[in-house]
């Protein structure tokens, strides 16, 4: 099965399958295609798996949406599973709705920096990562 899934992008990692993609969409074009690949957006749940994945990422040099939102509640992040934010990784001065802006949607935006999570408005395009369980 895993190798499968590593042949159509998929890659192992303690026991979860995580998949970059190589296109951009919004935050929620970007949900709905992980829906579709029975995965949702990823939850980052410890800082051994936030430090795994930016290095990772690291590679591709690419900015990502994770399955982190305050859409429902401005300033209650939550994630794609309706868990609260419990641990974070943000940027420092992170979320901020920069210039006003309405900036719902996590992202992780750096890669030489443990915190590198940034808060972004739903509608832009970047790249996406899905997680699923084995």
């Given amino acids: 099965m895993s190798h499968v899934r590593r042949q159509q992008g998929w890659v192992l990692f303690q026991n979860r399958f995580y998949y970059i993609s190589s296109d951009t969409k919004s935050w929620h074009d970007s949900k709905a295609d992980c829906v579709q690949k029975g995965a949702d957006l990823v939850i980052i749940n410890s800082k051994e798996e936030q430090v795994s994945l930016r290095n990772f990422l690291r590679k591709f040099k690419k900015r990502v949406w994770i399955g982190l939102t ?6 209650v992040w939550k994630w794609v599973d309706g868990t609260q934010l419990s641990i974070s990784f943000w940027i ?3 979320p901020n709705n920069f210039e006003g802006k309405d900036e719902d949607c996590g992202e992780i935006r750096y890669y030489d920096q443990e915190d590198s999570w940034n808060d972004a408005p739903c509608d832009m395009q970047i790249n996406w990562i899905c997680e699923q369980a084995p």
């Fill in 70 to 75: 305050d859409k429902e509640t401005e300033g």
């Fill in 92 to 94: 420092p001065g992170e």
